[in-house]
C-alpha cells in the first residue's frame, strides 16, 4: 500500500464572526506590520473591507488594498496588483474574496517571495520555496482556495486558465466567516457552490491513491483518492445536498449559509490532497475561450463526466446520490446532479453560454493535454476523441 498525506492551511479559523475574532490571532501569530489587502470593488460596498481592516487598526497593523480584482483574472491583472503590492512593501498578504481575489492574492505572495512572472510558475510544484505570509478569507462558498494548494489564473494570450499548484501555496491562516457570504446574490451562490460539490465529487472518485500514476521522478500535490480526503469530501457532498437550494433560494438563511461555507472548506480539503480531475480539466478551456464562470462551467459538465466515469465509479455514484438526497438504499448521482443543476439555475448545455460545435475540437486537445488532471481522473482518457465525445454530448 502506498502511503499518503493530509494538508491544509497552517490553522483554521470557522465560524460567525471569525474575522472580527481571529484576523487579530493571525496578524499577532504572524507578526505583521504592514498588510496588503487583495479584494475587489463589490466587496468594498458591501462592507466587507471594512470589517476586515478594523482588527487591523485596532493592532495598529499598517494596511493597503487592491480593489480591482475581476472574477477570473487575466495575467495582466495579476502583474498589476503585483506592482501595488510591490510599492506598499507588506509583510503579510491578505487574500479577502471569492476565489479570484484569494489566488491573485496567492500569486502575490508568490511573486514578492521568489519574482519573476506568474506564467513562470504554472503546473505541479513549481514554486521553489514559502511565499510571503497569506491570510485567506473567503466570501463565496464555493472554490476552497483558503485552504487548498491552487492559484488559478487565465493565460489570456492562449485562451486558458492555468494553475499554480503548490504545497507552498497554502495560506498560513484560513479565516472562514459565513457572515462573509451573506451578500452573495444566486447566482455567484448557485456556480460557487457547485463548484464545491465538483470538488468533492472529484476527490472521492479519483483514480485510487494505490493506482496514481505519476511518473518517477515527478511530484504532484495531488495523490488520488484516500482515506482521510474521502471524509471530508463525503460530509461536504452531504451539506450541499442540505443547503445549497437553500442558501441559493434565501441569501439570509444563515443555517444554509454556515452549512455551505463549511461544505466549501470541506470540498478544498479533500480536492487539494486528493485533487481534482476531468470536469475540471475540461472546464479550463471552456473558461478561458467563453464568458462562463468557473463553477457553472463544472456544474455544466459535471454530469457528463460522470457519465463517462460511471464504468469505473457506478458503486460510489451510487452513494453519492443517497448522500445528496438524504435517502437510503440505492441512490443515483449523476440524476442527482442533474436535478441540482436544474433547480439552482446552471446551464445545461454547452450552446447555452457561447459555445459553438466548431470549438470543440481544440477544447478536447487543451483539456487532455493537461496531464496532472488527466491521471486524477478515474478512467484515463486515452485519446482527445473521448474527450471530444464528451464536450459533444454536454453541447
Ligand atoms: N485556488 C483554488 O483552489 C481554486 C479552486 C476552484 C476554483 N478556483 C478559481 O476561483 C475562481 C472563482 O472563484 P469564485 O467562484 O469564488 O468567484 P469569484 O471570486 O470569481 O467571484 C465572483 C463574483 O462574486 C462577487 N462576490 C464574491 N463574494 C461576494 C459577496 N460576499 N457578496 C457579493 N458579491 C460577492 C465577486 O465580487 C465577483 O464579482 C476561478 O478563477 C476559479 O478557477 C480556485
Ligand atoms: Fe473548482
Excluded at 44 to 61: C, F, R, S, Y
Excluded at 329 to 343: C, N, P
Excluded at 369 to 384: D, F, G, H, T
Aim: aromatic share 6%; glycine share 10%; with cysteine.
Amino acid at each position: 500500500m502506498r502511503t499518503w498525506s493530509f494538508s491544509s492551511a497552517g490553522a483554521l479559523f470557522f465560524g460567525r464572526g471569525a474575522v472580527r475574532v481571529h484576523l487579530r490571532d493571525a496578524c499577532e501569530r504572524l507578526g505583521a506590520k504592514r498588510a496588503f489587502i487583495v479584494t475587489d470593488s463589490i466587496l468594498v460596498k458591501a462592507g466587507l473591507l471594512a470589517q476586515t481592516t478594523e482588527p487591523l487598526t485596532a493592532l495598529n497593523v499598517q494596511f493597503a488594498h487592491f480593489d480591482r480584482v475581476t472574477p477570473e483574472p487575466g495575467v495582466e491583472l495579476v502583474r498589476e496588483c503585483v506592482a501595488a503590492a510591490r510599492d506598499f512593501n507588506p509583510d503579510v498578504i491578505i487574500g479577502l474574496g471569492g476565489g479570484s481575489n484569494m489566488d491573485t492574492a496567492k500569486l502575490v505572495s508568490m511573486i514578492l517571495a521568489h519574482g519573476g512572472d506568474p506564467l513562470d510558475y504554472t503546473g505541479d510544484c513549481r514554486v521553489p520555496g514559502p511565499v510571503k505570509p497569506l491570510i485567506c478569507i473567503p466570501t463565496t462558498a464555493g472554490t476552497g482556495s483558503e485552504v487548498s494548494a491552487a492559484a488559478v489564473f487565465t493565460d489570456t494570450a492562449n485562451h486558458i486558465k492555468v494553475s499554480c499548484l503548490s504545497p507552498f501555496l497554502r495560506p498560513a491562516f484560513a479565516i472562514v466567516d459565513p457572515l462573509f457570504t451573506v451578500s452573495c446574490p444566486p447566482k455567484v451562490t448557485a456556480d460557487s457552490g457547485i463548484d464545491a460539490l465538483t470538488h468533492a465529487i472529484e476527490a472521492c472518485c479519483a483514480v485510487n491513491n494505490d493506482d496514481f500514476p505519476l511518473p518517477s521522478g515527478e511530484k504532484s500535490v495531488y495523490q488520488g483518492k484516500n482515506p482521510m480526503a474521502d471524509v471530508m469530501a463525503k460530509q461536504a457532498i452531504i451539506l450541499v445536498g442540505q443547503f445549497l437550494r437553500r442558501a441559493v433560494k434565501d441569501g439570509s438563511d444563515l443555517e444554509a449559509r454556515d452549512g455551505m461555507a463549511l461544505a466549501a472548506t470541506l470540498g478544498g480539503l479533500a480536492f487539494s490532497n486528493a485533487g481534482v480531475a476531468l470536469a475540471h480539466a475540461m472546464e479550463y478551456p471552456v473558461g478561458g475561450a467563453v464568458h462562463v464562470s468557473h463553477g457553472a462551467g463544472n456544474g455544466l459538465l459535471l454530469p457528463y463526466v460522470m457519465r463517462f466515469n460511471d464504468a469505473v465509479r457506478a458503486s460510489e455514484h451510487s452513494y453519492i446520490g443517497c448522500l445528496l438526497s438524504q435517502t437510503g438504499g440505492r441512490g443515483d448521482g449523476i440524476a442527482e446532479v442533474e436535478q441540482l443543476r436544474k433547480d439552482i439555475g446552471i446551464p445545461l448545455r454547452l450552446r447555452d453560454i457561447g459555445v459553438k460545435e466548431e470549438m470543440l475540437p481544440a477544447f478536447a486537445a487543451k483539456a487532455f493535454a493537461i496531464k496532472r488532471l488527466m491521471r486524477v481522473n478515474p478512467r484515463m482518457p486515452q485519446s482527445e476523441g473521448e474527450i471530444l465525445d464528451i464536450y459533444k454530448a454536454a453541447f
